[in-house]
DNA sequence: GACTAATTAGCACATTTGTGCTACATTAAT
DNA sequence: ATTAATGTAGCACAAATGTGCTAATTAGTC
């Protein structure tokens, strides 16, 4: 059930400052922010939310609260019948909040801003982010980030006897076999903000 | 310019703490975890680590360190010469961690995993997963989810004298004429996990 | 209006935890 | 080899912080 009043101002101060990769409350600042002159009610609703799911509270710990996906994720929902509205949907398939995470990529990956149409028909458009998972080498009809001469571009790639070859995949543009092609990654994957 | 050594191994430990959603470490947390018997070395680190922009720390607050965007997200590149290599790059365009965040989607957004090939000319795929803004109305060619008898779809919406008009993007599929369908909310991004 | 459950106040106490300071060890440079 | 810079150890202290308990207040129910 989703916690409603002072329990819910509770968890929204808590989730804000774990968002923002802040420290996370201690009980009297959370008696501060959400004006109570005593700890009491703070641990009263901290001891709700932890019921709840959203939370997990650490004993004899300083700021010990420890947020639950449930709390800070964005719940990816399956299927879903007429009959039931969202509001009811309880149990999600999962929940997605870091990109990373969810492409399972490193530390030390990177992401790139796309441009131009040449993957259109991979689905990658003008705009989007591609993450890339940094390797020197890459399977046959991969999608990759390759340096060519002075530019990076994001193109499928194949090997050849005559070189490596990176297509487009949008009937305007042509291949491109080249030997001196550095290759950075495979793309894991792709972010698009519509609009 | 990156941390190595022992700074590193404590930024790594940090930045593991917050992405797993826990408390973050005490300076003696660190100074065990890291083979340390005292707390000065660590805040040692701590002190290069905040020197070099990766962490800020809080006077006289228990577990006072705070993550900069440098350490947990994703650096977004724009345009790289072949001259420099990756790792020279200094100014990223920025950084991406939380999905919902760069999308600009709030609280009480949910997400769908993509089923059928209904979109791919809007770049949606199978398996994608999107990202949807709860709201009421949509304008003229946005891209919405609805409730159609008893499943989900994400279309592409209009209004008309007839009613609400939900089209395809794929040749394969005519559009959906209806006065029955319940708009869930707007499309606000999309993310795809390649392979 | 009476009664019960839910919620908040107030406060003392023991740990936890950041801070300050001095001394020791190790590495790098000359 | 000497010297300086870098990295560690140890420890005392004051403040920050979770815990326990009792009483007061408010909200809900019959």
Redesign the pocket.
Known sequence: MQPH???REILDIIVDRFKNHGTPP????L?KEA???????V???LN?LAEAGYIK?K??????IELMDQATGVPILGNISAGRPIEAIENPEGYIDSVADYLGVKNDSFALKVKGDSMIGAGIFDGDIVFVRRQQTADDGEIVAAIIGDEVTVKRFFLTDRGIELRAENPKYGPIITKQAQLLGRIAGVVRKMR
Chains 1, 2 share one sequence.
């Not at 201690?26 to 600042?29: M, Q």
């Open positions: 009043g002072k329990t201690t009980l009297r600042d008696a004006g109570f002159s005593s700890t009491w009610p641990r009263y609703h709700k509270m004993k004899n710990i300083s700021r010990g």
